[in-house]
């Protein structure tokens, strides 16, 4: 497959943006810099982030096994979501596909970037059905969007099936792994050599709790990262983010103790919702919350807002009636989670 042929036209023609740094890349502090008119007077921030952002990819290379080539940053995952869309689909003209229930920015992008969003529900054990999948593509079909696990069902996708749609789709598969770290099965990551058209999206918001930092991370081909490097907006990774990052990286401990911490909370969470005569059903999650199945679940999300919990409703969603998605929160707030449940 010719990755080349899936890029729009006005892209493959781009001229990137060349900033300050693109054209004197020796940072050092020998030199004096007065090329890109920033103000001199050191504020700890008054010089612009690396648009290459290599600190970070040469930490996250290290920590992920992954060469530096092959990684994308951008502000959070819905960024280089996208980038994907801007990138790859022709407004007006190109497709996508999705598959419902699952997470709503893939939805979202696509009508802001005008590009039809094909639909292919999940079947009842929340798993894609590939032939069906593959039966909706057409030659304008550029990206399938997987999310494993996934949001709002909380489970995986059977590799079988992952690697069907890359084997037999021809265009790209991303495999958004926004809660890979909370799971036992193997990232995607791995298998970047194998497909040339397999994207992994990861994520700095859930696992390392840095939601509020911005820092998104594309996984895929050089050739992939080229394209997608050259129209990212310059210095869409700030520098604070850039540095904390970093230091985060150097303590991972800490972030492994806290995710045993909300994998053993979510363990007993689960036994517990299954007790609550109204529950009729919690779905096994591999992420760090649980979908459950209720008698009525507006009026318990109602019911909890009034004891100042505030928890998803995802009723709305195809094949999630009844539904409301709780995440797990520290043993202290799950304690108060389990009184109200158990009261209302
Ligand atoms: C939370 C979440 C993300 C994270 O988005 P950021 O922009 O990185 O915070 C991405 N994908 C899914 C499926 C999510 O649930």
Redo the contacts with the bound molecule.
């Keep these: 497959m010719e990755i080349t042929n899936l890029v729009r036209t006005n892209i493959k023609n781009l001229q990137p943006y060349s900033s300050a740094r693109d054209e004197f890349t020796e940072v050092s502090q020998k030199m004096i810099y007065l090329d890109a008119n920033e103000n001199p007077f050191d504020t700890g921030v008054n010089r612009y982030s690396d648009p290459h952002q290599k600190e970070l990819k040469k930490a996250l290379s290290e920590l992920k096994k992954v060469n530096q080539n092959n990684i994308l940053i951008?502000?959070?995952?819905?960024?280089?979501?996208d980038l994907l869309f801007r990138c790859f689909c022709e407004p007006y003209k190109d497709n996508v596909i999705t598959l419902p229930p699952?997470?709503g920015?893939y939805g979202v992008l696509s009508e802001i970037n005008a590009i039809e969003n094909r639909e292919v529900l999940l079947d009842a054990d929340f798993q894609p059905d590939g032939q069906k999948i593959l039966s909706v593509v057409d030659e304008n079909t550029k990206i399938i969007f997987l999310?494993s696990p996934?949001?709002?069902t909380g489970n995986s996708f059977k590799v079988k099936s992952i690697k069907q749609l890359l084997e037999h789709f021809n265009g790209l598969v991303v495999v958004?792994?926004?809660?890979i770290d909370f799971s036992e099965k193997e990232s995607w990551l791995n298998q970047l050599e194998n497909y040339p058209n397999l994207i992994v999206?990861?994520?700095?918001?859930?696992a390392y709790g840095l939601?509020g930092l911005?820092?998104?991370?594309l996984y895929a081909s050089e050739k992939i990262i080229t394209l997608l490097s050259g129209i990212k907006l310059p210095y869409n990774s700030n520098v604070l983010s850039q540095k904390t990052a970093i230091e985060i990286f150097k303590n991972n401990k800490y972030f492994e103790d806290k995710l045993t911490e909300i994998l053993e909370e979510k363990k007993r969470l689960f036994k517990v919702l299954l007790q609550i005569q109204y529950i009729q059903k919690a779905y096994d999650s591999e992420?760090n919350f649980i979908l459950i199945k209720m008698d009525d679940a507006l009026l318990r999300y109602q019911q909890l807002l009034a004891k100042g919990i505030v928890v998803r409703n995802r009723s709305k969603e195809p094949l999630c009636e009844n539904c409301l998605r709780i995440t797990i929160g520290t043993k202290q707030e799950n304690e108060i989670l389990i009184n109200a449940l158990q009261t209302l």
């Design positions: 951008g502000n959070g995952s819905d960024e280089v979501l699952t997470y920015m999310c996934n949001n709002p958004d792994e926004a809660y999206i990861q994520t700095l918001s859930k939601a911005r820092v998104g991370i992420a």
